[in-house]
């Protein structure tokens, strides 16, 4: 998670990118990392997660990462939950929970990943949440802030 962390610091540092990192490990080894590049990329689809696991599929060749551990600053959205899903990924670990940020992170419906992992019926796919939920919390802005309008892409 630490990993984690200090890549979406780098994010937080680059233009056109926000703050959310996501490193991916099988083995004990690094497959895949990055942070959000939807701003720099000009791609909705350029989250955190979505970056890690296109890396990892460069690395190894392939699209699947069975026994993989997917670790995100932020409690994944329902796309990059879906992603994982069809990556074969074996677990999600997550920092800050949903109510822990402002709104302005997350699509407007409030989807609980959990139901997308029933509803594909991955009984094999495991998350915990809350890892370093404080200090992930902390690189966002908080529920009650005001965030300026040009940031809030999702309201």
Known sequence: MRR???????GE???G???IGCVIVRDGRIIGQGHNEVGQTCDPTAHAEVVAMRRAGQALGQPQFRGAVLYSTLQPCGMCTMASIWAGI???VYGAERAQVHRMYFEDRHFDTMDFIRDAFKADLTVTGGVLADECAAMYYAPGDEPPAEEQANI
């Not at 984690?4 to 780098?10: C, G, T, V």
């Open 13 to 15: 540092r680059a233009p």
């Open 4 to 10: 984690a962390m200090a890549l979406a610091a780098a």
């Open 17 to 19: 990118a926000s703050p």
């Open 90 to 92: 074996s677990r999600i």
